[in-house]
């Protein structure tokens, strides 16, 4: 493990600043396009809980059920920021 | 199962009491062929454990384990729930009982109301809460909690301002804020009877009023609470939202206090007795507390701490140890508020005599439990006779069978205990009933009759929408008509149409006539959570033809407006993506076929001691064929060396009674000397193979393999002949026929082998079988000196009666501490016992005759290889670990295994017994069922991708995929509970769960980003 680091690092040296992305500054009124993965049991049982005692959060958090959330896969965090989500909530 | 026409026993059972017990019975007893009728007195199910925050000793949260429970039961075609009612009058006997109950008006027609609300929003009167304990409000027209069964609100005819005018055309508020006109002011109730073959009561117990004690200061000073009222105050859903802040001025409290045994154990205005939960509730208050608000600094003062249970010595170490909780041993005299400052100044006198004034912020009064104000009455309806403290009359060896034949009792009724106790019994009453009407099994239950499913194979999606305004609810922010035109436009949807509510009975007609007239072979209902909504809506889909599985629920209404109010473009925005995920997942639907499994109907019991006897008789009872495994020669188990019980009842005749039972019923095949060689299969198709070469096909297994005494190597046993256990003792007195002489002086230690390391935990009898035995011995000769070193005297609940009987014997109690422990020398012909007495601050010596250890109690030696051979996990001391510490304490993770006895965790003879009546219970409803379906949400397996490297095997909790013959993964989907671990760790995808494929997630996570205009934001 710690070569592949020592590895990530070397590259990251040797890499021209130009090609390495910059932060992107974040605008005044954005909001995060937020995924939830969230188990059937708690996490979405929770949320249901949060609209029952109407406590208020961004309504761009989007909810998707899973059966446990040791169901959740690599390949669907990957689609999800590879589709441009911004962050990735998973629950359970 | 067997439907004798000329059976003179009725097919159903009332229960009277929807607790979390009454519900456990109720499930049981329905989901093995018997009708229910469950009568509450509140307008919802769940008693007391709805109220409570979080549960001890693992922190889950009591709605969380409980809501789940309540729409199973509320949707149960076989359970008929009666709420505010009650039984008014019982005629008739056993097997065939005529019950009026008479209903309270609920002025909304169940019927008719959707449960959306509207009509409490646009009610103007607020009174105070009794569900949240007076600390915060609710309407006239109110539904008693948020995730309330039945979910119908109800109207409270003393507050409702049209029902207290007498003209009644004041206010009708919500009569015409309910669009679907179920508001009925001239409701009058009703009264009807209803004929079953046994009654259970679990009515469940009050809670002390502690402003009978004005001077603790409830009522008085505001910060001062009852426990409940933390619960409350705790609680995400509670008044304050789960933020400790003190009643008075909403400030954080600092130094919190608890006082226990607030009025128990006390006969002054309050209750002799234990309440059995309160040292438990106050430990996991005082962390709750801790964790919500790191500053606050909890200090517990108590006079015992009875953390008795399974696990709980180790929950309150970890109280001090790792959230600093304060244990402080002290009675408090009084509490007062300091003027100005609403703090508490608390004086007790220390352990050393000296009197103490300490000042809090906030004080919390662990209030005891007790019969409920009409218990007589209550008693008297059903003709069943009650204790002094008017709790029913049982018997040790039958804890929930009352004076009446067919009238049972269970849960706290029977007297208080907790969670695990009560839904254990639950389990059990439901046991002993199933075995009382065993020939009237399944002539009263009714089953839904389904059309024929229509074949979609081969059809593209014809996905109809129906989007749901929940009245107001979700229309008054999101926009529907919006959603309904955004939806339209998504391929595969042939149909989307608006509906007021969607559960309505009419709207459920126009769902299936659409369904029909538009060939839709898929249905997403854009509406509520699929949690309490998802079956209701899938029964409806059968209903015209459809697989159940061709169905979604799109959430817009709980992770939607009602999170989102306000904020209508951004909430409409919002409801088109869960509505076009919903979509996307529903295009990759595909029917799925619940597969079933044949079972054998009869049952392995391992273990012949008082809990498998007990397990298989009531098995057996029901007509199952049941089968017991004994290691030894002879039945019996650790009862054998056991004569009395605490209240005085004969052991041995007992234990006599059942091997003889056991011995001479049709049902019963005993193998003693034998032990389990081999063992295969699955719930309902067991094959397991005896030492002794039998060959036994079975549907269900009970694990009673039971324990053993812990054999001391201190305080000089085997090395005095004067030093002997309290088992020794207890032959001598009770087998032996000894008479102590007058002179005679019995020391007795407790906790020898308990609650230190290596064996941290309670054994659970010793301090009552060092009670019974001091009795004994100044029963029968009171100059006789009885003294009790004990570190806390843990005679809970009713039991509490025997040690006060003890002390006014002259028994005498002295405390030791686990860093001090009694010091034992031999002198002579005496046995010198040197112990430091707190109370005098000094060194007592003892010249003892007899030194009597009260030995703990460990796992029999052959629970873990038992528990290996079944792959059933073992707690670090060594006990069986049950599928849920508080809702299934008699249930493995896999299906079809049960425990009972010992082997779980140490426990008295009578709470052995129930717990074995439980597992019957549970193995009943196994049993009784033909054949038990598959859920189609399972894992499916693809042989040609897997690799067979095995991670799978380790991870999967149920042990379903397993090493087939060839060397390879196979997948056994009876054990599957689709939790989808195994397709989350599976490298090469191998494993997919049913309707949560990876195609349909990654579908969603792409509908999800997917902008209005088709491309990716």
């Known amino acids: 493990m710690a070569d592949v680091a020592e590895e990530t690092a070397e590259t990251l040296r040797s890499t021209p600043h130009s090609i390495i992305e910059k932060p992107h500054e974040t605008p005044a009124a954005w909001e995060p396009n937020v995924l939830a993965f969230a188990c059937h049991y708690c996490a979405f049982a929770a949320a249901d809980l949060a609209g029952v005692m109407r406590l208020s959060y961004s309504p761009s958090v989007k909810i998707i059920r899973l059966p446990c959330t040791g169901k959740l896969d690599h390949i669907h965090v990957l689609r999800a920021f590879e589709q441009g989500v911004d962050g990735i909530f998973v629950a359970g | ?1017």
């Open chain 2, 1 to 1017: 199962m067997s439907l004798l026409a000329n059976s003179t026993k009725r097919g159903s059972v009332l229960i009277v009491g929807g607790g979390i017990g009454g519900m456990q019975a109720a499930l049981d007893l329905a989901e093995s062929g018997f009708l229910v009728h469950l009568v509450q007195r509140d307008p919802s199910l769940g008693g007391t454990m709805v109220m409570l925050d979080k549960t001890f000793p693992t922190g889950d949260c009591a709605m969380c384990m409980i809501s789940p429970k309540m729409v199973e039961a509320g949707r149960h075609l076989n359970i008929k729930i009666h709420t505010l009612a009650q039984v008014a009058a019982v005629e008739g006997e056993e097997g065939d009982f005529t019950v009026r109950i008479k209903m309270a008006p609920r002025y909304v027609d169940p019927d008719k109301c959707t449960g959306c609300g509207d009509c409490e929003a646009k009610c103007p009167k607020k009174v105070p809460s009794e569900f949240e304990q007076q600390l915060g409000p609710r309407k006239a027209v109110f539904s008693l909690f948020p995730q309330a069964v039945p979910n119908t609100r109800a109207i409270d005819s003393k507050n409702c301002l049209c029902l207290t005018d007498p003209q009644k055309k004041r206010c009708r508020l919500c009569e015409k804020a309910c669009k679907a006109n179920a508001i009925n002011y001239e409701d009058q109730g009703k009264e009807f009877d209803v004929h079953v073959g046994a009654i259970i009561l679990s009515p469940g117990l009050d809670r002390y009023d502690a402003r009978v004690r004005p001077e603790l200061g409830l009522g008085r000073w505001p910060n001062v609470v009852s426990s409940i009222q933390f619960e409350r105050i705790l609680s995400a859903s509670g008044p304050y939202k789960g933020v400790v802040q003190r009643p008075s001025d909403q400030k954080h409290p600092v130094k919190v206090a608890w006082i226990q045994c607030v009025g128990s154990r006390d006969n002054r205005n309050a209750n002799p007795w234990c309440s059995s939960v309160c040292c438990m509730y106050a430990t996991k208050q005082s962390i709750i507390a801790k964790e919500h608000d790191k500053h606050i600094e909890p200090t517990i003062f108590y006079m015992e701490m009875r953390t008795f249970g399974k696990d709980f010595d180790k929950y309150v170490e970890r109280a001090k140890r790792d959230y600093g909780v304060r244990y402080q041993r002290a009675m408090v005299s009084a509490v007062r508020e300091e003027p100005g400052t609403g703090n508490l100044v608390m004086r007790y006198a220390a352990e050393d005599g000296t009197l103490v004034n300490e000042t809090f912020d906030m004080v919390v009064l662990s209030v005891g439990l007790q019969p409920h104000a009409d218990a007589l009455d209550f008693a008297k309806t059903f003709g069943i006779e009650t204790t002094d403290y008017r709790f029913p009359r049982t018997t040790h060896f039958n804890p929930a069978k009352t004076t009446r034949q067919g009238v049972f009792v269970t849960g706290t009724y029977q007297g208080p205990k907790d969670i695990p106790d009560t839904v254990m019994q639950g389990s059990g009453v439901a046991g002993s009933v199933m075995a009382l009407l065993s020939e009237a099994r399944g002539t009263e239950t009714t089953k839904k009759e389904l059309p024929p499913e229509r074949d979609v194979t081969g059809e593209a999606p014809r996905i109809g929408v129906f989007v749901c305004h929940c009245g107001t609810n979700i229309s008054s922010t999101v926009e529907i008509d919006q959603v309904v035109e955004a939806v339209k436009k998504e391929s595969g949807v042939a149909y989307v149409t608006n509906t007021i509510y969607a559960c309505a009975q009419d709207n459920q007609d126009m769902i299936k006539q659409t369904i029909k007239d538009q060939k839709l072979n898929r249905v997403v209902i854009a509406s509520c959570t699929p949690r309490t909504h998802e079956k209701l809506f899938q029964e409806t889909i059968q209903e015209a033809g459809l697989n159940k599985y061709l169905f979604d629920l799109a959430d817009i209404r709980e992770q939607c407006s009602w999170c989102h109010k306000g904020q209508n473009e951004a909430a409409t925005k919002k409801a088109i993506k869960i509505v076009k995920m919903a979509v996307a997942k529903s295009r990759l639907q595909e029917p799925l076929k619940s597969e079933t499994v044949g079972v054998t109907p009869s049952c392995l019991v391992i273990g012949g001691g008082i809990a498998g006897m007990t397990s298989a008789l009531a098995v057996a009872d029901q007509g199952f064929p049941v089968y017991i495994v004994e290691k030894d020669a002879e039945l019996g188990g650790l009862a054998r060396n056991v004569y009395r019980v605490l209240d005085g009842s004969d052991v041995q005749e007992f234990l006599l009674s059942r091997i003889a039972a056991v011995h001479s019923h049709p049902n019963i095949t005993v193998h003693t000397g034998t032990e389990v060689k081999n063992t295969d299969g699955f719930v309902g198709n067991f094959k397991t193979i005896l030492t002794n070469g039998s060959e036994i096909t079975h549907g269900a297994i009970i694990l009673a393999t039971g324990g053993v005494e812990y054999e001391p190597t201190e305080y000089l046993y085997k090395q005095s002949q004067q030093v002997i256990t309290q088992r020794e003792l207890e032959k001598k007195l009770f087998d032996g026929n000894l008479a102590p002489g007058p002179e005679e002086s019995y020391v007795m230690i407790q906790c020898v082998g308990s609650r230190e390391e290596p064996s941290q935990y309670c054994s659970r009898i010793c301090c009552q079988d060092a009670i019974k035995n001091a009795i004994a011995i100044k029963e029968r000769n009171p100059k006789a000196a009885v003294i009790i070193l004990y570190r806390d005297l843990r005679t809970y609940g009713l039991r509490e009666d025997f040690y006060k009987k003890a002390r006014d014997l002259g028994v005498f109690f002295v405390r030791y501490d686990v860093d001090r422990k009694p010091v034992v020398e031999q002198a002579g012909g005496k046995v010198l016992v040197t112990t430091w007495d707190y109370m005098l601050d000094r060194e007592l010596q003892f010249d003892a005759d007899w030194l009597v250890l009260s030995t703990g109690l460990r796992p029999h030696p052959s629970t873990d290889a038992v528990g290996a051979m079944y792959k059933v996990t073992r707690n670090p001391d060594g006990y069986y670990l049950e599928a849920h510490v508080k809702l299934r304490p008699v249930d493995f993770p896999s299906e079809g295994l049960f425990v009972a006895g010992l082997g779980h965790a140490p426990k008295n003879l009578d709470e052995t017994i129930a717990q074995s009546l439980a597992a019957a219970g549970r193995a009943g409803v196994i049993l009784s069922h033909e054949k038990l379906a598959v859920s189609g949400i399972i894992a499916k397996h693809k042989r040609e991708l897997c690799m067979s490297c095995l991670s799978c095997l380790r991870v999967c909790p149920f042990g379903s995929p397993y090493i087939a013959e060839d060397g390879k993964i196979s997948h056994n989907e009876v054990k599957c509970m689709g939790c989808g671990i195994c397709a989350g760790i599976c490298p090469a995808k191998a494993f997919q769960v049913n309707n949560f494929r990876d195609d349909q997630i990654l579908a969603m996570i792409d509908a999800a980003v997917e902008s209005e205009s088709g491309v990716i934001n």
